[in-house]
Every structure is written in C-alpha cells, then in structure tokens.
C-alpha cells in the first residue's frame, strides 16, 4: 500500500484518480475518523468537529471531493 505521502502526491498531480480507500487513508492520518457511513457516502470527523463526505459509488472519488481534502490537511 502506497504510503501517505504518495497518496498526497498523487491527489496533486492526478486528482481525478484517488480511489475512496486512499482519501479515507489520507483523511485518517490527518487526524479524522471515520464517523458513520450512510448509504454509499463515508463522513469523517476531526477533533474540531470538520466534516468530510467521500463518495463510495464510483471507484475513485470526484475532483471536487479530493480539492476539499487538499484544502483541509495543507490549510
């Protein structure tokens, strides 16, 4: 399995091919966890209460959803 750091690598460069796995793993080294799923969609929670849904249906994530995650682990 790819380490963390490639996987950020990768969402950078390649965002449009990051499977549900590899942002669930990213989220949870960034200090989320898994907090319930709901159908297809996983939510995360961090200690300060930050949310973050990633789409299960496809196998990899939207774009948009891996924007987000960039956006909370650098900001």
Not at 31 to 55: A, E, L, P
Request: glycine share 8%; aromatic share 6%.
């Amino acid at each position: 399995m790819a380490s963390v750091d490639k996987i950020v690598a990768k969402m950078k460069r390649q965002p449009n091919g990051i499977s549900p796995d590899e942002a669930g793993k990213v989220l949870n080294h960034y200090g989320y966890r898994f907090d319930r799923q709901n159908g297809s969609h996983k939510t995360y929670v961090n200690k300060d209460g930050d949310i973050q849904t990633v789409s299960k249906k496809r196998p990899t994530i939207k774009p948009v959803y891996v924007r987000q995650i960039l956006d909370k682990i650098e900001g």
